[in-house]
C-alpha cells in the first residue's frame, strides 16, 4: 500500500484524516464547552461587525458621531493599557507557580488540623491508573516512611481509598472509585449504613447501595464513612448525594455519591498512619 | 548483537508507551477512555517476531505492568502473554493484504484481554461491573487502538521488518503491506 507513489500519497491522507479524526474525536468528548457555541460564535462575529458597520453609519447620519471622535484618545488608552498587562501576565505566571506549592502545603496543614487526632502522613500522586477498568493511583510515600498496607488515604476535601500495596518508597492506593471498591458509609441524617461502590464509567461518583428501607435520603445529603469494616475510620468525608433512583421494590433502591474528592485532579494526599 | 539492540528497542518502546499512558493519554482521550498500546505492542512483537517471542516479551511486559499498578500480581503477565502467543492463532486465520489485518487482531485481542480482566476483577476481586458501561469502554478502547495503529502504520511497517529482519523469521510477512 505504501509502495507505490500513488498509494504512498492515499496512505499519508489517510493517516492525516485518521489523526484529524482523533483529535476532533479527543476535543469534542473533553470541551467543557457547549460546542454549538464553537459552531455559532463565528457566525456571530461575522454578523455583529455588519452590525457595527452599520451602527456607525446610523450614528453619522444622526450626528451622533461623540464616540467616535474620542477613538483617538481611546486608542492610546488601549496601548496603555496593553502595556500593563503586559507586565502584569509575567507577574502572574510566577505567582501561579508559588500558589500552586503554597496550596500543595497549605492542603497538608488543614487536613492536619481537620484530624488532629491522627498522625498523618503527607504524599504526592506521582502515577495514576492507565488502565480504563481499575482506577489505582501511586503515590511517594511507602513502607520508610511508616506507610503499610491497608493504611486511610484521605484529602482535606475527603476520602481518596486505602493503601492496597507499600513499597519501600512508593505505595499503590486503590480508590473509592475503583469498582473493587466497597465503603461502608452513613448518610448524614441517619445512623444506618449504605455501602458504595465505584463505577466503570465515571471518575467522579459513586453507587450506594444496601440502603435500609425506612431511611429517608434526599439530594445533597452528605455521606461519611461509618468505621465499619475495619480499614476506614469514622466520620471522614466520602461525598453528597446527587441523584437517587428509586426502584419498584424498595430495598433494590440506589443512589450515586459525587465525591468529595476530584480524582481527575488530585495531586496531594495524606496517608493516615494511627491515631494519635 | 543486532538481537540485542532490537531487544533493547523493545524495551524502549515499551517505556515510551508507558510514560504515553500515564502522561499524554491522561488528557488526551475520548470521553474518559484511553486506548491500551501495550496490547498493540505485544501483539505486533508476536507477529512479527513469533508467538514465544510475543509471549515471552508479554509475560515480562505484563509482570513489569503489575507491579506498577495492579494490585493481583501475575494478572497482566500472564495476559499479555496470551495476547502475544496469540498473534500465531490468529496470523494463521487472517491474510488479508492489508493492515485491516492487524487492526482486526487488534480488536479481538483487545476484546479478549479486557473481557478476561474485567471478569477476573469482578469473580475474585468483587469489583462492580456494569455490562453497558464495560461495552462502551471497551467499544471505545479498540477505536482508539485502531486510529493510533492506523496513524502509526508506516512506523509500525518499519519496525516489524526490522524485527524480521533480525530475527531471521522465514516468512515474510508481507502481505501485512
Known amino acids: 500500500m505504501y509502495k507505490s507513489s500513488k498509494g504512498n500519497k492515499g496512505g499519508k491522507l489517510g493517516i492525516i484524516i485518521t489523526a484529524i479524526i482523533l483529535i476532533v474525536l479527543v476535543i469534542c468528548t473533553n470541551l467543557n464547552r457547549n460546542i454549538i457555541d464553537i459552531i455559532v460564535n463565528p457566525f456571530t462575529k461575522i454578523t455583529m461587525s455588519i452590525q457595527g458597520g452599520f451602527a456607525y453609519l446610523g450614528n453619522k447620519i444622526k450626528g451622533n458621531d461623540e464616540y467616535f471622535t474620542s477613538l483617538d484618545s481611546m486608542k492610546k488608552q488601549y496601548d496603555d493599557l496593553k502595556k500593563e498587562n503586559e507586565r502584569l501576565v509575567s507577574e502572574n505566571q510566577k505567582l501561579v507557580a508559588l500558589q500552586a506549592e503554597n496550596k500543595t502545603l497549605k492542603e497538608q496543614i488543614g487536613i492536619s488540623e481537620k484530624y488532629p487526632e491522627w498522625e498523618v502522613v503527607p504524599a504526592y500522586v506521582i502515577q495514576k491508573d492507565f488502565s480504563n477498568y481499575s482506577k489505582i493511583i501511586v503515590i511517594n510515600v511507602g513502607k520508610k516512611d511508616g506507610v503499610e498496607n491497608d493504611m486511610t488515604v484521605v484529602t482535606d476535601s475527603g476520602l481518596v481509598g486505602y493503601v492496597v500495596s507499600a513499597e519501600d518508597k512508593s505505595s499503590k492506593v486503590q480508590t473509592i ?95 493516615i498512619k494511627n491515631q494519635k | 548483537m543486532k538481537k540485542v539492540s532490537s531487544i533493547i528497542i523493545m524495551i524502549l518502546v515499551y517505556f515510551f508507551i508507558y510514560f504515553l499512558q500515564i502522561n499524554f493519554f491522561s488528557w488526551f482521550n475520548i470521553n474518559g477512555v484511553k486506548p491500551n498500546l501495550f496490547i498493540v505492542l505485544v501483539l505486533l512483537v508476536g507477529i512479527f517476531i513469533d508467538g514465544k517471542a510475543g509471549a515471552i516479551f508479554g509475560f515480562i511486559s505484563g509482570l513489569y505492568t503489575d507491579f506498577l499498578f495492579s494490585n493481583t500480581i501475575g494478572i497482566s503477565a500472564i495476559l499479555f502473554a496470551v495476547v502475544g502467543y496469540s498473534s500465531t492463532i490468529l496470523e494463521n486465520r487472517f491474510s488479508s493484504d492489508s493492515k485491516i489485518t492487524i487492526l482486526i487482531m487488534q480488536s479481538i485481542v483487545t476484546a479478549i484481554y479486557e473481557f478476561v480482566l474485567v471478569g477476573y476483577r469482578a469473580l475474585f476481586l468483587h469489583a462492580y461491573t456494569d455490562i453497558l458501561p464495560f461495552i462502551y469502554i471497551l467499544a471505545i478502547e479498540i477505536l482508539f487502538n485502531a486510529l493510533v495503529i492506523i496513524i502509526l502504520y508506516p512506523l509500525i511497517q518499519r519496525f516489524g521488518f526490522y524485527l524480521e529482519s533480525v530475527f531471521n523469521k522465514k516468512e515474510m510477512l508481507t502481505r501485512y503491506f
Request: charged share 25%.
Open chain 1, 177 to 271: 472509585v475503583d469498582t473493587a471498591s466497597a465503603v461502608s458509609c452513613f448518610i448524614s441524617n441517619s445512623d444506618k449504613s449504605m455501602v458504595t461502590r465505584g463505577i466503570l464509567d465515571s471518575n467522579k461518583k459513586i453507587k450506594g447501595t444496601y440502603i435500609d428501607n425506612d431511611v429517608v435520603i434526599n439530594e445533597g445529603d452528605t455521606i461519611y464513612t461509618s468505621g465499619i469494616g475495619g480499614i476506614y475510620p469514622k466520620n471522614i468525608t466520602v461525598g453528597k448525594v446527587k441523584e437517587i433512583e428509586n426502584t419498584q421494590n424498595k430495598t433494590n433502591r440506589y443512589v450515586y455519591v459525587e465525591t468529595a474528592v476530584d480524582f481527575d485532579k488530585i495531586s496531594s494526599v495524606v496517608v
